[in-house]
C-alpha cells in the first residue's frame, strides 16, 4: 500500500470509527447488552488507534521511511479484530470471537514491524 493510500484508508477508518462510537453511544443504549456495548466499544477504540497507527505508517512513508508490511498489518488487524467484534455484536454468533485474536496478533506485528522500520538505503 502507497503512503498517500495509507494516509486515505487511516482518515476513512478514523472517521468511520467516530460514527462508528457515537452509533454506540446513542443509538445502542438500551437495545443491547452491556457485553455487546462494551464489545462494541472496544472494537471501536481499537479501530481508531490503529487508523492512527496507519495514519503515521503513511506519513512516515511519505518521509521515506519502510512501513508498507506495518501500515498492512494495521489494516489486517482493524479488519479481524473490531471487524470480528462488530461482527459478534450483531450476529450473537460465537465464532466470530475466534477470529479476534487473529487480529490482535495483526496488531502486534504491526507494532513490531512500525518498531523496526528504517530509511531505505540511500544511493552513495
Known amino acids: 500500500m502507497q503512503p498517500m493510500t495509507q494516509?486515505?484508508?487511516?482518515?476513512?477508518?478514523?472517521?468511520?470509527?467516530?460514527?462508528?462510537?457515537?452509533i454506540g453511544a446513542h443509538l445502542m443504549q438500551g437495545h443491547y447488552e452491556a457485553i455487546d456495548?462494551?464489545?462494541?466499544?472496544?472494537?471501536?477504540?481499537?479501530?481508531?488507534?490503529?487508523?492512527l497507527a496507519l495514519g503515521l505508517c503513511g506519513a512516515l512513508g511519505l518521509a521515506g521511511v519502510r512501513t508498507k508490511a506495518a501500515g498492512i498489518s494495521f489494516l489486517l488487524g482493524i479488519t479481524l479484530f473490531s471487524g470480528s467484534l462488530y461482527a459478534l455484536v450483531f450476529t450473537h454468533q460465537k465464532t466470530w470471537g475466534?477470529?479476534?485474536?487473529?487480529?490482535?496478533?495483526?496488531?502486534?506485528?504491526?507494532?513490531?514491524?512500525?518498531?523496526?522500520?528504517?530509511?531505505?538505503?540511500?544511493?552513495?
Do not use: C, D, I, N
Open 7 to 22: 494516509l486515505r484508508v487511516a482518515a476513512v477508518l478514523g472517521g468511520l470509527a467516530v460514527a462508528l462510537g457515537a
Open 37 to 51: 456495548l462494551e464489545r462494541f466499544e472496544k472494537a471501536v477504540r481499537y479501530q481508531m488507534y490503529h487508523a
Open 98 to 124: 475466534h477470529v479476534t485474536p487473529f487480529g490482535g496478533v495483526a496488531f502486534l506485528v504491526g507494532w513490531g514491524l512500525l518498531a523496526a522500520a528504517r530509511k531505505p538505503l540511500s544511493p552513495q
